[in-house]
């Protein structure tokens, strides 16, 4: 992952700071370390951005956008990850979550996907929901870290033969 290329696929910092959502950290968007294209930084970016895209929850950019800061990863990797859940593939994340954490929980009779059964038992497909998220998000994040972190060496020793 050559810096040029991410220089010309990443947001500017004027585009991300036209973000009404994003407003919320004013100055703090300005700091050095979170727009810095160092592998580490890219790869800390990658998973933060992998991670929170597959937890079920609303605000997930303003989540990412904390947690870049927070952790002084670089910033524009973290915001396009996060649309990996998105409205045509949230269904199928989060029910692939609700089966994995229904077999890591062992649960015998899984609750039927209906709006009634829904309300019913939303504490028993909250916790299956949540265990499969868990783990998930964790394999999924460090993957596909690993994975970056492998092809980026391998381009930086290619580049230097």
């Known amino acids: 992952m050559p810096r040029a290329k991410l220089r010309k696929v990443l ?3 004027e ?22 294209l160092s ?8 998973f933060i951005g992998v991670f929170v895209a597959f937890i079920p929850m609303p605000f997930q950019m303003l989540l990412v956008a904390f947690l870049a800061i ?11 990850l996060v649309w ?23 649960v015998k009779d899984p609750i ?7 309300n019913d038992n939303i504490s028993e497909i909250a916790l299956s929901l949540y265990m499969g998220t ?15 972190n492998l092809l980026w060496i391998k381009d930086v020793r290619d580049r230097r033969k």
Do not use: C, D
Request: charged share 20%; glycine share 6%; net charge positive.
């Open 11 to 13: 947001p500017t910092h």
């Open 15 to 36: 585009k991300i700071k036209e973000q009404k959502l994003l407003k919320v950290f004013g100055k703090l968007l300005n700091k050095r370390e979170i727009w810095s």
């Open 39 to 46: 592998r580490r930084k890219i790869l800390g970016g990658v």
């Open 70 to 80: 927070l952790f002084k990863v670089n910033f524009p990797v973290t915001l396009p």
């Open 84 to 106: 990996i859940s998105n409205p045509l593939t949230m269904p199928f994340i989060y029910y692939f979550e609700y089966e994995v954490g229904n077999f890591i929980l062992n």
């Open 112 to 118: 039927e996907f209906s709006f009634e059964t829904m």
């Open 134 to 148: 868990a783990l998930v998000s964790t394999v999924l994040s460090f993957g596909t870290v690993f994975i970056l």
